[in-house]
């Protein structure tokens, strides 16, 4: 599968940076950065792993490329968005159901999707489990998605064809959803209510607001008064296809253009996509992922291809300000906050150079990455290309999807704070 991966994105490289030595031909070297690059990427040329830092963890193995997971509030279960090895968007794919039995995680049976699943989301508490996939929303039954005889599916929302729709979010007040949809450029919103009457379906999508290249993450204000979307890439004044040509052109770094974190006002969202956007702005190369402090003050987010964690002040919402910026692992995507702790955890995908082997989740201090020190305590071993990392503060856990080793790593939280506490300890000492 990594192969394969590696593969593709190299034939897009080559055919990208052939189409931009010909725009470079045509402009000549200077018009043709101005026109295609942008300001505020940064780069980390040789990304800093740390030391490995002593955490035991558990792997549990899955029938297939885990994407994202989403446990339950109990802890006694665990919903995992699952894909084919060698897949494509059009691949059916399935939702694991794995049930703890003892000390540990055992597969109890899969769900069957029409197109491969990617986010998932809890909804009406956790009566919902909603599905991000490559053609829009599906909404599971959480009940009955416990019990392999039982229909669990309840709504499918297929608004369009190879969106790959990757991130779900439910809405504060439980109106909406929120879909970002990848290939589409836009920010869906769909009628949740809809889900009740039993017409959850395409005719549920209520508004889509159009924003720049690859909408990935997403995530809410503390008040619920704004949604912050990242992008990967900067528009050019272009059509789509030149658009993508250049994307695929900053994978291998020929260019740099940045990508962008949008702040959206949630009152406008599902009415007028002209007025719902209040803020645009750089966030490095290819931001991908973005996760909120538990006060609402800061946002995280993961640049991809320019191996940084940014830090933006969200003091006044909807206007964010980047204030930090950390260098991370090789291609950093999923990624969660520990405020308890005081450190985040970033997965360090290493998706483009990946040779197989294990990968890792770098370890970084929130307060020196603020500070604009060396922020990495160190590293914890996971599987191959880690996507997802999902902390369940109730069982105190933290989960990683390992897409690539078809598993899921399960790392105690106890665990992660005495590795902290030392590798801090060790800092201590070193600054004596």
């Known amino acids: 599968m990594a192969h394969r991966i590696r ?16 725009a470079v031909a045509a402009l000549g070297h200077g018009a043709a950065r101005q026109l295609l690059e942008s300001p505020s990427w940064g780069t980390t040329e040789s990304p800093p792993l740390g030391p490995p830092l002593s955490v035991e963890c558990e792997e549990v193995a899955v029938p297939g490329c885990p994407f994202d997971l989403a446990p339950s509030s109990d802890g006694r279960w665990l919903f995992v968005s699952l894909q084919k090895p060698g897949g494509t968007q059009r691949t059916a794919g399935s939702i694991a159901v794995l049930h703890r039995d003892g000390g540990g995680f055992r597969m109890r049976h899969q769900i069957p999707l029409a197109a491969a699943p990617w986010g998932l989301a809890w909804a009406r508490g956790e009566s919902l489990l909603a599905v991000a996939n490559s053609h829009g929303v599906v909404l599971l039954d959480a009940e009955a998605a416990r019990n392999a005889g039982r229909e669990a599916i309840v709504g499918t929302a297929h608004y369009g064809r190879d969106l790959q729709t990757i991130r779900v979010l439910e809405s504060p007040d439980g109106r909406w959803l929120l879909a970002s949809d990848e290939h589409n450029a836009t920010v869906s919103v769909l009628d949740l209510s809809r889900a009740a009457a039993g ?13 720049d290249l690859s909408p990935l993450g ?3 204000s503390s008040d619920g008064k704004h949604l912050y979307v990242t992008c990967e890439m900067q528009r050019v004044r272009a059509p789509d296809l030149v658009n993508w040509f250049v994307w695929a052109a900053t994978l291998q770094g020929r260019l740099r253009r940045a990508g962008v974190l949008y702040a959206i006002d949630m009152a406008e969202a599902a009415e007028d996509p002209t007025r719902a956007i209040v803020a645009r702005v750089p966030a490095g190369g290819h931001p991908v992922r973005i996760c909120m402090s538990q006060d609402g003050q800061m ?5 991809r291809a320019s191996n940084q964690l940014l830090a933006f002040s969200m003091r006044q919402p909807g206007a964010p300000t980047c204030v930090a910026t950390t260098p991370v692992g090789p291609a950093a995507v ?38 604009g020190q060396k922020a990495c305590l160190g590293h914890i071993r996971v599987g191959c290309f880690p996507r997802e ?6 069982q105190r856990v933290v989960y990683v999807t390992n897409f690539d080793s ?9 665990a992660i704070q005495h590795a902290v506490e030392a590798a ?9």
């Open 389 to 394: 990392v999902v902390v369940d503060r109730r």
């Open 7 to 22: 593969g593709v994105f190299a034939n897009a490289r080559n055919l990208s940076y052939f189409v931009v030595r010909i």
């Open 199 to 211: 017409t959850f379906d395409a005719d549920a999508l209520a508004n889509q607001i159009p924003v």
């Open 334 to 371: 999923g990624l969660t906050i520990l405020d308890e702790l005081g450190v985040v955890l970033v997965a360090n995908s290493n998706r483009f150079g990946s040779s197989g082997g294990r990968e890792t989740v770098g370890v970084i201090d929130v307060k020196r990455a603020l500070a």
């Open 406 to 414: 078809g598993s899921l790593t399960v790392i105690s939280l106890n």
């Open 218 to 220: 997403m995530a809410l």
């Open 299 to 303: 946002a995280w987010v993961t640049a």
């Open 424 to 432: 801090r300890a060790g800092l201590s000492e070193q600054s004596r």
